[in-house]
């Protein structure tokens, strides 16, 4: 503690709430804590997993220290014996300092669709070589021409009776598989989404299992071309990879056939549902929320703690230089997306524990509550990482020229966390999705169906319509929480009605579906937009009520409250049409934000602290817990490879000839 920066010990001395209470709420108990910060120091104290500063470090290096750690990783989680998924997900997630990894498919996609779609002996040829890592594989689904719309997919998988083998093949420049990580050099099979023919009939989208590489020597089998895509924005330790397959024979036990099947003469027999799928793709996207939720609170974490150690420009004449946290304007740029990494945490438990509830209705043959779950991952993945991703970049510019820096952490966090709004489902797409499901709830709930779950609230349409402000005493109260979740909910009400509205006005203009989409995507992406930001309110608020402890419950409830208003001023324009808001409460709503800045000031630090991100894990020389900053940066600076004698050489080399010709 004596080494501690001064500003940061006074942070911490004046928060009103305990931080390990806050702490193990968000774990889930105090033994959750324990034990995540027991796995944390398992991997700090390994002298295998010691950490060098990738930045310093060539991409060929970043892999191939990536792949070294995996690889013992997989050892030590035997040897640790760790093997609840969420504890493997967290020890993984510390190994590689929170980077994506060449295992990633392998661990997140390959092994996980063989669990959800190999029949009984596929899953005994295949899963325990690949839980072994004598096979290690990838997801390869997308195209070099389509991404987003997989029925256009253009890679063939066409049965030949004669010798039971599926013959696959890439016809085009545009359907060669680009993007699947691992795929460029880590893996020795893939999954390859293919269009299925047999007996001259083509069946849509099926998966297989192709070997891409022998198993003995690790290069392209036969017909196969695969190769690592080149650098990236970020994603540097990932092999992401090409794949290009001509008449690549595979036996016909190859194709996943859980659920579809083609029988040895070629018959095609259907799938019971085609819902049957969805199950990874949802828990994918709710975990990305979870991620959402991560990055924004390292980001937050970085950003707080640097601006209570920084102390810049003058306040009052005459007086010290205040903390930069001390400006109203930089507590606006980040107190709110500190109560959105809270919400989205929130956000994130919920729809972990609502994808665990669901499956077990799913495995009891319920499959009603799926399409809702569904609509919300893939509108919650989006809202969450476009607000997260947004986050990153104003945290980054509120350190200023720092933040800049890969020693701030928050260029890393970036340039990992953006592909979120694009993979899994590209976010635009995603939104469009949910609004699909909001329609037709909309639809059902005037043909007088009950909705129930987060859509319950379209039952209510009458009751909802907003009236004019002047026919009534004012909607919000913007003090309170209750209020403010029955505003947003009006407000999303108000933006579904619209998005149908602009829908059925322009069907009945004579043009077809498709168009008439089209034409209303704009209101489309906003009535998703308003439903989550509903469900994210409501679920914030909801949170409040099962906290018992007054301090922690008091702040959460003033981060609520920030939450909730800063997020009708961004939009206020529709709260206003809704007739939800009067002008004149714009203004109340601005002084009221001011009021909760200054009451979350004296706990900014505690509440970023309460994430509890060990310094190792989060990486950063702005976010030190310490605060030691300046001393921190110089010895990083010391380390740049610019700074070794060879490179002085350079500017002999061409710099010193110009003199004498200049
Ligand atoms: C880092 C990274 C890792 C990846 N890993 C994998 C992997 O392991 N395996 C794999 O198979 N793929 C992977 N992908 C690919 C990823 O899944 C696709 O990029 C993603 O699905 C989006 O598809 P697209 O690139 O074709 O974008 P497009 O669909 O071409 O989108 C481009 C634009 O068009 C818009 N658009 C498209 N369709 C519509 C529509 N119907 N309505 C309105 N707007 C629309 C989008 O909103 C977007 O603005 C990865 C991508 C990245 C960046």
Redesign the pocket.
């Known amino acids: 503690l004596a080494a501690m920066n001064p500003d940061i010990c006074r942070e911490r001395e004046n928060a009103t709430f305990n931080t390990e209470t806050l702490t193990n709420m968000l774990d889930g108990s105090a033994e959750k804590t324990r034990r995540r910060r027991e796995i944390e120091s398992l991997v700090i104290n390994d002298p295998d997993f010691q950490h060098d500063d990738p930045n310093f470090m060539s991409r060929s290096e970043r892999y191939d220290a990536a792949v070294k750690k995996s690889s013992q990783m997989i050892m030590k989680l035997r040897d640790y014996g760790i093997s609840d998924p969420e504890e493997i997900y967290f020890y993984k997630r510390c190994v590689h300092r929170g980077f994506s990894e060449p295992l990633d498919?392998h661990l997140g996609?390959f092994l996980t669709t063989l669990l959800n779609q190999a029949s009984p002996t596929q899953l005994d040829t295949f899963f325990t070589p690949a839980w072994n890592l004598e096979i290690v594989g990838?997801?390869?689904?997308?195209e070099l021409g389509?991404?987003?719309?997989i029925r256009k997919l253009e890679t063939t998988a066409t049965y030949d009776p004669s010798t039971q083998e599926f013959v696959l093949n890439c016809p085009t420049v545009s359907s060669i598989?680009w993007?699947?990580?691992g795929l460029g050099k880590t893996s020795n099979h893939a999954i390859v989404l293919a269009q299925l023919y047999t007996l001259g009939k083509c069946h849509g989208l099926h998966a297989f299992i192709v070997p891409i590489r022998c198993m003995k020597t690790h290069q392209p089998l036969p017909g196969v071309t695969v190769g690592d895509i080149g650098p990236?924005f970020g994603?540097e330790e990932v092999d992401?990879g090409y794949l290009k397959l001509e008449n690549v024979r595979i036996p016909r036990e190859n194709m996943l056939m859980k659920y579809a099947q083609v029988e040895p003469d070629g018959s095609y027999l259907k799938p019971p549902s085609d819902k049957l799928t969805y199950g990874t793709m949802v828990f994918i996207r709710a975990m990305i929320v979870g991620e959402s939720a991560r990055a924004l609170s390292k980001s937050c974490t970085i950003a707080i703690r640097y601006s209570a150690v920084r102390h810049q420009s003058e306040l009052r004449p005459g007086e010290p230089e205040p903390q930069i946290l001390d400006y109203q304007a930089q507590q606006y740029k980040l107190f709110p997306l500190l109560a959105a990494a809270y919400a989205f945490t929130f956000v994130g438990q919920y729809m972990s524990d609502t994808y665990h509830r669901i499956t077990g209705h799913i495995n009891q043959g319920d499959f009603s509550q799926l399409p809702e779950l569904h609509a919300l991952a893939a509108g919650l993945k989006a809202f969450t990482t476009w607000t997260a991703n947004a986050g990153i970049e104003v945290c980054r510019m509120a350190c200023g020229g720092h933040g800049y820096l890969c020693c701030s952490g928050l260029p890393d966090i970036y340039v990992t966390f953006t592909?979120t709004c694009?993979?899994?489902?590209?976010?635009?797409?995603m939104m469009?999705q949910t609004a699909r499901f909001l329609v037709k709830c909309y639809r059902q709930a005037r043909e007088g169906q009950q909705l129930s779950g987060t859509v319950s609230y379209l039952n209510e349409q009458q009751r909802l319509q907003p009236q004019p402000v002047s026919s009534r005493p004012t909607v919000v109260n913007i003090n309170d929480l209750a209020s403010l979740v029955e505003a947003y909910k009006l407000r999303a009400a108000k933006l579904v009605e619209v998005a149908a509205k602009s829908l059925q006005g322009e069907l009945q203009r004579s043009i077809s579906q498709e168009d008439a989409w089209n034409n209303s995507?704009i209101e489309l992406v906003r009535a998703s937009d308003a439903h989550c930001h509903y469900v994210v309110v409501e679920l914030f608020a909801a949170k409040l009520s099962e906290i018992s402890d007054t301090a922690v419950h008091s702040v959460l409830n003033t981060l609520a409250l920030l939450y909730a208003l800063h997020g009708i001023t961004l939009n206020s324009g529709d709260f206003l049409q809704a007739g939800l808001l009067s002008v004149p409460q714009l203004s109340q709503i601005t002084q009221r934000i001011k009021a909760l800045l200054v009451e979350i000031r004296p706990n900014a630090v505690a509440l970023v602290d309460s994430f509890d991100y060990n310094d190792e894990m989060l990486n950063s020389v702005l976010g030190r817990y310490d605060g030691n900053v300046y001393e921190s940066m110089f010895e990083w600076a010391k380390r740049s490879p610019l700074n070794r004698t060879e490179v002085h050489e350079s500017y002999y080399k061409y710099m010193k000839p110009l003199r004498s010709k200049l």
């Open positions: 498919l996609m990838t997801y390869a689904q997308t389509h991404g987003t719309h598989k993007w699947p990580g990236k994603f992401n592909p694009t993979y899994e489902g590209e976010n635009t797409v469009l995507s």
